[in-house]
């Protein structure tokens, strides 16, 4: 039996297999007495893991000095100058005063681009990382799976309202794997899933909104790339490294 | 009580018996385990917004080994010279794997075997093996709480099954051998 068998033998009895995959295994394990013996040790350690590590839970007087804590916590975080650690959001924001103050409508839309401005982006590097994050936990990583671009490139047709660059890139290393629909800030975006070693890499693409893209950035240990071509936004998210990442968005780039 | 404490107290404290024994798993201290679970609470809490209706357990357990994992390396860099009494003596209670026969058979009384094997193992085969059989944490959890990749997870997870099985194995059978 070897590694990738047992691997999957694990992912079946971890419940991580889809049905079509455990009835295959489950047939394999009719003939195979090494999977069977295998199958029944994982079993054994899990029941003495279980049984034998001890289930503690919190000590009640650590339980307390918590409670005290987030008490603490709150309190300082509802007093008017709160440490600065303590969360400062829940206090009216200073410029709702100056606003109010002026009365000037320009200057409170000046103020709101500036504010608001930072934590679009902000918001936009945060869903896109769940949206990445999200794509590998689950089955819907791709929607079509093709790794032809004349396959993938027609069938966001219809689905999205924009034409994203696709092109498998197999020689360079970046393999294309498909193509899904997902939403980044409330609207439908093209993603383009490449395969680079280990790694997944997904390319989002949307029509770019006000606001502008931020910068290169790392969240969560996660890369996100951004750049703009015409109207199309994208951002090419991996746990991969700068470099590798930069390479693929340089390929993209030259695409015509 | 406000909203937000009260939605914290929903949302994540009712984790903080995985959080603690994580932690005790991780650090194989209690009093580690203390202070690292306080400090990943306060701090989960200080950042609540950013779990945003997300998997509450695998967000503090993340927190806890971030915690976990700084209060290591600032120990290892204050610790050049290690206080052996204090620290030895807090690692007996999970810790085993010193090779004398008669320590261990003492330990052997005192501590269920299997635990002192995952006790013994190495730090990254130890938390996705606790990750996955005490917390029952499926794979996405987990490699969201140990930031790898899921395949990794997936290898890890075989390799610590497997060394766990291995020292398993050596000690009843040894034992069997020690009966004859």
Excluded at chain 2, 21 to 32: E, F, P, V
Aim: with cysteine; proline share 4%; hydrophobic share 40%.
């Amino acid at each position: 039996m070897g590694c990738a068998e047992s691997l999957q033998l694990q992912a079946y009895f971890d419940g991580e297999v889809d049905p079509a995959a455990a009835g295959a295994i489950e047939r394999h394990l009719e003939t195979c007495v090494e999977c069977r013996a295998l199958l029944q040790d994982l079993h054994a350690l899990r029941t003495l893991l279980r049984e034998q590590a001890v289930p503690i839970g919190i000590p009640a007087d650590l339980r307390g000095r918590i409670m005290a804590s987030l008490d603490e916590e709150s309190r300082t975080a509802v007093a008017p100058r709160g440490r600065p650690s303590a969360p400062l959001r829940r206090s009216r924001p200073f410029w709702i005063g100056v606003i109010s103050g002026v009365g000037g409508g320009a200057l409170a839309a000046a103020l709101a681009l500036l504010v608001l401005a930072p934590m679009l982006k902000g918001s936009l590097v945060t869903s896109l990382v769940a949206d990445h994050t999200r794509s590998l936990m689950s089955s819907h990583l791709i929607d079509v799976v093709s790794t032809d671009q004349h396959t993938v490139k027609p069938w966001f047709a219809g689905r999205v309202e924009l034409s994203p660059a696709v092109a498998d890139f197999a020689p360079q290393g970046y393999r294309l794997l498909g193509g899904r629909v997902d939403e980044v800030q409330h609207s439908n975006a093209a993603v383009v899933v490449y395969q680079h070693g280990k790694h997944v890499i997904n390319v989002f693409s949307w029509v770019i909104g006000r606001g502008g893209l931020p910068q290169d950035v790392t969240r969560n240990g996660y890369h996100l790339a951004f750049w703009q071509d015409g109207n199309l936004a994208y951002c090419a998210v991996s746990d991969t490294g700068w470099p590798e990442l930069h390479e693929l968005v340089g390929l993209l780039q030259g695409i015509k | 009580m406000d909203d937000r404490r009260g939605r914290f107290e929903a949302q994540v404290l009712p984790h903080l018996d995985a959080a603690y024994r994580y932690a005790r798993w991780l650090t194989r201290s209690s009093n580690d385990a203390d202070d690292v679970v306080q400090e990943a609470t306060l701090r989960a809490y200080r950042s609540f917004e950013d779990l945003r209706g997300a998997d509450g357990k695998a967000w503090l357990l993340t927190i806890v080994r971030n915690c976990h994992l700084t209060a290591a390396r600032q120990r290892q860099r204050r610790n050049l010279m290690p206080l052996p009494e204090a620290d030895d003596e807090q690692a007996g209670e999970l810790i085993a794997g010193t090779p004398d026969p008669q320590t261990l058979a003492i330990q052997r009384d005192e501590l269920r075997t299997l635990q002192r094997l995952l006790a013994a193992l190495h730090e990254e085969h130890r938390e996705v093996l606790v990750l996955r059989e005490i917390e029952e944490m499926d794979y996405r959890q987990i490699a969201a709480v140990t930031n790898l990749p899921i395949g990794t997870v997936m290898s890890r997870l075989a390799r610590a099954r497997a060394a766990l099985r291995t020292r398993w194995l050596q000690e009843t059978q040894g034992e069997c051998n020690g009966l004859r």
